[in-house]
C-alpha cells in the first residue's frame, strides 16, 4: 500500500497537494527491450515507468501526468512505424497507445518529432487523448510571439477540480506551455526548410504567459524541452531551462532534452541551481533521465485565497526505475525488466512483434567484430564500415559529373559510447550474421546522405572539432581522465580517407559547441592523403549525413556554400545496402589515425564490462584495464 505524500497528509482547508509526475526523452521506449541487442533490457521502458506512476498517483491526492517531448523516434520500434509499417492512416501510433492507457494530461514536441517531418508527426499527434503544445514553433512569425502562427497549440489552461485537505473539491486552471530548442530547424533542415521556423524561448515566455495569467491560469508549468544551462537569457539559446525559470509568472519547470537527471549532484555548484532542493531560480524543476528511466515528481502545497492559487510550498524528486546497476550481479545486469504494467505491453504488443520479425532480417555477414568499445582511443571497425558506405554512394552519386575527379572522404561517429547511457550503451555486432538490427546498432539515427566540398584547411578544422572531445593531457603525468564527458560522443566525427596523429598535450582549438577556442593551438599533426601532406587548398569532397551538413554541431565547412547534394536515402539504408552488396565484412585495410606518443604519460577512460575480448593491439601504447567502476563501466589506462 502506497504511504501518501507529506502534503496530502498535512494539507487542511484551503491547502491542496498538487503532485506533477514527468517523464521526458522517451524515444519511444514503451518497452523494457533492447531491440539493438534483441533482448529485455532493465534500464529503460515506459511500461517499467508505469509502475512508478501507479504508486505516484496514489500516494497524492490531486495530480496531473505530463510529457516533456522527444516521444516519438529514437529506437528500431519508432523507426518501423514511420517508414516501414503500412499501418492504416489512422492507427495510433504505439507511444500514444502507451501515454492514453496511462492517461497523460498534456505533452510538449521535442526536437526529434521532426526527425521523420511534419507528415509524419501532425498525423501522429492524432493519435494522443490529450493536449500536446508547443509555442516557439511556428508556420510563420508575427511581428510579436502573440501574432504567431504557431504550428500547434503554444500551451493549454486546463479546467480541473482539486480537493483541499478538507475533503472540499476546488475549481483551478492549470496552465501549461511548451518549448522547443530553436536549433530543431537547423537540426532538421531537410524536412523543415521553409514549412516552419523559431523563436528564442526566454522571448516567447515572456510574451505568453502573462496572456495565460490574464486568461485565467491559476499556476503555470513550463514544459521545456531543453537543458540547464546559464541563468542569463541570450538569444537563440539551447539550454534555456534556468533563464526561462527566471520569467514572472511560471511557477514550475519539467526540463529534458539532455538526458539528465535533476536534481542531482550532476549539477552541483551551477549557478542559480539547487541540486539538493531542486530548483532552478528559486522555482522547482525535475528533469526525468531517458528513455523512462526515472519518473519526475514535483509536490506543490498549493494555498487557495480570494485571488486564486498559490505555490505555498514544494518538493522535488526524480524517481528511479532500477537499482543501482552495482547492486546485480553481471549476470542480471541490464537484462531482465524488474516491474512492468502488462496492460502497457499489451498495448504495443503487436507492433513489437513486427519490429523484432523486421529488425531480425538477414542482411549479410561480418568476419570482423563491429563494436564501438574503444572507438575512442583506436580506429574502429564498426564507424570505419559506416564511413564506406557512405562514400561509396556518394561515388555513384558524382560519377559522371566534374566532381568525380575530386577525392571523396568520409565522415562517421561512434554514436553509442557508454556516458550517460550507461555501461550497455555501446555498439556491438559480433562475427557471423548480420541482421538488419545490426545496421541499426551501427547507425542509430534517421539521417540522410549528404556531401559537401571541403578544402584541406577546412578537412584540419573540421579533424580539430572533432577531436575536442579530448580533455588537455600533461605530459609526464600518469592517468589523467582522457574524455571530456561533456562532449557528446557523436561529435567525434573523424574524417576517413585521410590519415593523421592527434596530439593531446594541445588545448582543444574549438570549444564544445563548435566556437573558436585558442586559434593557435593544434592537435591534429602529419595529415595526409594518399601518401602526401595535406595542402590548405586541395580539394575533397565529404560524405556526411544531413544532420552534419545542416551546420549541426558547428563544424567547419557545413555552410550551404558547401553543399553539393543531400540525398533522400538514409544512412542507415545505405549500410545495408553496403552490406548486403560486399557479402561478408572484413576488417579495413588502413587505420587511418593514431595519437602522437608521450613519453611517461598515461591516461584512463571508461568503457563496458563486455569490451575484454576485443582489446585493440596499439602496441608501445598499451591499454591496460583497471577494474570496474561504481557506475558499471570497466576502467582502462591508456599508456601513450
Request: include cysteine.
Amino acid at each position: 500500500m502506497s504511504v501518501r505524500h507529506a502534503f496530502s497528509v498535512q494539507a487542511s482547508a484551503g491547502l491542496a497537494h498538487l503532485r506533477l509526475m514527468a517523464t521526458t526523452d522517451l524515444h519511444v521506449h514503451v518497452l523494457a527491450y533492447d531491440y539493438y541487442a534483441d533482448q529485455p533490457c532493465d534500464r529503460v521502458g515506459l511500461s517499467q515507468t508505469a509502475a512508478l506512476i501507479t504508486d505516484a498517483r496514489a500516494q497524492a491526492a490531486n495530480s496531473l501526468l505530463l510529457d516533456n517531448g522527444d516521444f516519438l523516434q529514437g529506437n528500431p520500434l519508432g523507426d518501423y512505424i514511420a517508414q516501414q509499417s503500412g499501418r492504416a492512416a489512422d492507427a495510433v501510433h504505439p507511444i500514444f497507445a502507451a501515454m492514453n492507457l496511462l492517461g497523460y494530461d498534456a505533452a510538449t514536441l521535442g526536437n526529434h518529432e521532426f526527425n521523420y517531418g511534419l507528415e509524419f508527426l501532425l498525423t501522429a499527434l492524432t493519435g494522443a487523448a490529450f493536449p500536446v503544445v508547443s509555442a516557439n514553433i511556428a508556420r510563420k512569425l508575427g511581428p510579436t510571439p502573440e501574432a504567431d502562427q504557431t504550428l500547434i497549440p503554444p500551451y493549454v489552461i486546463l479546467d480541473r477540480q482539486i480537493t483541499d485537505g478538507a475533503g472540499t473539491e476546488h475549481p483551478i486552471r492549470i496552465g501549461l506551455i511548451g518549448f522547443v530548442p530553436p536549433q530543431v530547424t537547423q537540426w532538421d533542415r531537410v524536412h523543415l526548410a521553409g514549412k516552419v521556423v523559431t523563436r528564442d524561448i526566454v522571448e516567447t515566455a515572456r510574451a505568453l504567459v502573462p496572456r495565460m495569467k490574464a486568461e485565467g491560469a491559476d499556476i503555470i508549468i513550463a514544459l521545456s524541452h531543453s537543458g540547464i544551462g546559464a541563468a542569463e537569457a541570450t538569444q537563440g539559446m539551447e539550454d534555456a531551462s534556468t533563464a526561462l525559470a527566471h520569467v514572472p509568472g511560471i511557477d514550475a519547470l519539467v526540463t529534458g532534452h539532455s538526458h539528465l537527471v535533476f536534481p542531482s549532484a550532476s549539477f552541483a555548484g551551477v549557478e542559480a541551481v539547487d541540486h539538493t532542493r531542486g530548483t532552478l531560480g528559486g522555482k522547482p524543476a525535475v528533469m526525468a533521465g531517458f528513455f523512462g528511466s526515472h519518473l519526475g515528481l514535483i509536490d506543490l502545497l498549493l494555498e487557495r485565497s480570494d485571488a486564486g492559487w498559490r505555490v505555498a510550498d514544494f518538493a522535488v524528486e526524480a524517481r528511479a526505475i532500477r537499482a543501482a546497476e552495482a547492486e546485480k550481479t553481471p549476470a542480471q545486469a541490464g537484462r531482465s525488466p524488474r516491474r512492468a504494467i502488462p496492460e502497457v505491453e499489451a498495448a504495443v504488443r503487436d507492433d513489437h512483434g513486427a519490429t523484432l520479425h523486421f529488425t531480425r532480417r538477414s542482411i549479410g555477414r561480418t568476419a570482423v567484430p563491429l563494436n564501438s568499445y574503444f572507438a575512442l582511443v583506436s580506429p574502429s571497425p564498426a564507424v570505419q564500415l559506416v564511413a564506406e558506405a557512405q562514400a561509396a554512394h556518394v561515388a555513384r552519386h558524382v560519377a559522371g559529373t566534374p566532381d568525380a575527379a575530386l577525392p571523396i572522404l568520409s565522415a562517421a561517429a561512434p554514436f553509442k559510447f557508454g556516458g550517460r547511457g550507461g555501461p550497455r550503451h555501446f555498439t556491438d555486432v559480433p562475427v557471423g550474421e548480420m541482421a538488419l538490427r545490426h545496421a541499426a546498432d551501427l547507425y542509430i539515427f534517421p539521417n540522410s546522405i549528404a556531401a559537401l566540398r571541403l578544402n584541406g584547411a577546412e578537412v584540419a578544422d573540421w579533424l580539430e572539432r572533432a577531436v575536442g572531445i579530448y580533455n588537455c593531457i600533461e605530459p609526464g603525468l600518469a592517468d589523467q581522465p582522457l574524455i571530456d564527458p561533456d562532449f557528446p560522443c557523436y561529435n567525434f566525427d573523424l574524417i576517413h580517407g585521410v590519415s593523421f596523429q592527434i596530439d593531446l598535450s594541445q588545448p582543444a582549438r574549438f570549444d564544445r559547441q563548435g566556437k573558436l577556442l585558442h586559434p593557435t593551438a593544434r592537435r591534429i599533426r602529419n595529415l595526409t592523403w594518399a601518401g602526401a601532406e595535406v595542402a590548405p587548398d586541395a580539394r575533397f569532397i565529404l560524405a556526411t549525413n544531413s544532420y552534419r551538413a545542416s551546420g549541426s554541431g558547428g563544424f567547419p565547412g557545413t555552410t550551404p556554400a558547401h553543399l553539393l547534394w543531400c540525398s533522400r536515402n538514409l544512412t542507415r539504408d545505405i549500410v545495408v545496402r553496403h552490406v548486403a552488396e560486399a557479402g561478408v565484412i572484413h576488417a579495413p585495410e588502413t587505420l587511418g589515425w593514431s595519437f602522437v606518443p608521450m613519453q611517461g604519460t598515461s591516461v584512463t577512460f571508461e568503457t563496458s564490462p563486455q569490451a575484454s575480448p576485443h582489446v585493440p593491439d596499439l602496441g608501445p601504447q598499451h591499454l591496460t584495464p583497471l577494474g570496474p567502476t561504481d557506475d558499471g563501466f570497466v576502467r582502462f589506462r591508456l599508456t601513450l
